[in-house]
């Protein structure tokens, strides 16, 4: 029985693109990211991201973008995707060993999900020294009634070794 070749980690790579920091992660951006990239194919999915997930995929409506790539970093690398499943979608920081492959840490940046009774949206920020700033709102699933006054901010920074250290 053969067995199916292994996708090069170099070529799933070159499937993020390189954009410019700083960058807004929210409700619109992964609809300007995706015009020019496609989403990733279901063996890259399988081989690279499913097992970076802490949850499983139960459906075939699950969908990943390849959203960016960070800076080039000695210790690490950084990639940015988008995932969306039914009521939710969230964009994922992961940091890389680049001789290894394996992870090093991973933080939900930024997306919108729903629970059937509340609605969470957050949103990101990333700077070109690599801090991200992230705020969320939650609010009931009928109208979202953003308020301010119920908006959590936090701040993390990428250390050195690829580690996301909130601040």
Same mark, same amino acid.
């Given at each position: /029985?053969?067995?199916?070749?292994?996708? $090069?980690?170099?070529? =799933?790579?070159?499937?993020?693109?390189? &954009?410019? &920091?700083?960058?807004?992660?929210?409700?619109?951006?992964? $609809?300007?990211?995706?015009?020019?990239?496609?989403?990733?194919?279901?063996? /890259?999915?399988?081989?690279? !991201?499913?097992?970076?997930?802490?949850?499983?995929?139960?459906?075939?409506?699950?969908? =990943?973008?390849?959203?960016? $790539? !960070?800076?080039?970093?000695?210790?690490?690398?950084?990639?940015?995707?988008?995932?969306?499943?039914?009521?939710?979608?969230?964009?994922?920081?992961?940091?890389?060993?680049?001789?290894?492959?394996?992870?090093?840490?991973?933080?939900?940046?930024?997306?919108?999900?729903?629970? #059937?009774?509340? !609605?969470?949206?957050?949103?990101?920020? !990333?700077?070109?020294?690599? /801090?991200?700033?992230?705020? %969320?709102?939650?609010?009931? #699933?009928?109208?979202?009634?953003?308020?301010?006054?119920? %908006?959590?901010? $936090?701040?993390?920074?990428?250390?050195? %070794?690829?580690?996301?250290?909130? &601040?």
């Amino acid at each position: /029985m053969a067995t199916t070749p292994q996708i $090069r980690f170099s070529h =799933f790579l070159e499937q993020f693109p390189e &954009l410019e &920091l700083p960058i807004t992660l929210g409700e619109d951006t992964v $609809r300007r990211i995706s015009k020019e990239t496609p989403p990733l194919p279901a063996r /890259m999915i399988e081989q690279f !991201l499913l097992p970076l997930e802490p949850t499983q995929i139960n459906d075939e409506f699950t969908e =990943f973008i390849a959203c960016l $790539r !960070l800076p080039e970093a000695d210790d690490y690398i950084g990639l940015i995707y988008w995932r969306a499943d039914l009521a939710q979608y969230h964009y994922t920081l992961v940091t890389l060993n680049p001789k290894t492959e394996e992870l090093i840490d991973r933080l939900i940046l930024a997306g919108t999900s729903y629970d #059937g009774q509340e !609605l969470t949206q957050t949103t990101a920020a !990333l700077t070109d020294g690599l /801090m991200i700033y992230q705020v %969320s709102g939650q609010g009931g #699933g009928g109208e979202f009634d953003y308020q301010a006054s119920s %908006s959590t901010a $936090r701040r993390f920074q990428i250390a050195a %070794s690829g580690k996301i250290i909130e &601040l």
